[in-house]
């Protein structure tokens, strides 16, 4: 069964604070890894997506990079508006087409 | 252009009534998903449209649950005899591609649907 698992379910940082959020995976059939960040009473919304280990993409102080277990989500010197539950999900390909699996999130708050 | 959008934004209901949920996507999207969401838990998939056609429903928790999807655009999520397990915020996503193809999925602001 795919399974995806993030940790930790909460982070408290202080603004500036730098971290990483890890999102494991055991799924066959990789297509892809996705990363969505959701603030309260809101849909997620899309970050980045990772196809192979080894990729690397960036936005504003957000980093995401995958290998072949786990991805990491790098925050570098968070401010209080990165604060948010931060989505990992993977898509795998399931009787000839594909399906997102989402770990339950972590949740950041980055404390000004 | 304009996101997926969802309607209603809440919706209250009492045990036993049925409930119908809409979902906008975004236009020129052919590939449209639902997720339920549950306090504490991870977005649970539902079921799958490509076009009007739904390949996957493994997802749908009971047949109380059906979906339906109208000229490739509007989709109509239909709960019948509700029940108070069912409260949840209920997402709908939509992506360009049909899903066998590398693509984002883009997601409304979701209905909470409240069951007394």
């Known amino acids: 069964e795919d399974q995806v698992t993030q940790s930790p379910e909460a982070l408290r940082l202080q603004e500036g604070e730098s971290s990483s959020l890890n999102c494991s995976y055991t799924?066959?059939?990789?297509?892809?890894l996705f990363w969505y960040r959701q603030d309260p009473g809101k849909g997620p919304e899309f970050l980045f997506t990772?196809?192979?280990a080894g990729e690397e993409k960036e936005k504003e102080r957000l980093k995401a990079t995958l290998t072949k277990k786990e991805s990491f989500l790098h925050i570098t010197a968070p401010k209080p508006e990165d604060s948010a539950t931060y989505l990992c999900?993977?898509?795998?390909?399931?009787?000839?087409?594909?399906?997102?699996?989402f770990g339950k999130g972590t949740m950041l708050l980055v404390s000004p | 252009g304009a996101g997926v959008s969802q309607s209603p934004s809440n919706k209250v209901t009492e045990k036993g009534k049925d409930v119908e949920l809409r979902c906008d996507p975004i236009?020129?999207?052919?590939?449209l998903y639902w997720y339920r969401q549950s306090l504490g838990q991870g977005l649970e998939f539902l079921i799958y449209?490509?076009?009007?056609?739904?390949?996957?429903k493994s997802g749908l928790p009971s047949d109380r649950f059906s979906a339906e999807r109208t000229g490739g655009s509007v989709s109509t999520l239909t709960i019948q005899r509700t029940q108070q397990e069912d409260s949840a915020v209920y997402l709908c996503?939509?992506?360009?591609?049909?899903?066998?193809?590398?693509?984002?999925?883009?997601f409304g602001p979701g209905t909470r649907l409240t069951v007394l």
């Open positions: 990772l196809y192979s």
């Open positions: 999900a993977v898509q795998v390909l399931n009787s000839g087409y594909s399906t997102l699996t």
């Open positions: 449209f490509q076009g009007n056609s739904a390949p996957d």
């Open positions: 799924v066959s059939g990789l297509r892809g």
């Open positions: 236009s020129g999207h052919t590939a």
């Open positions: 996503a939509s992506s360009l591609y049909g899903a066998t193809i590398k693509n984002e999925q883009f």
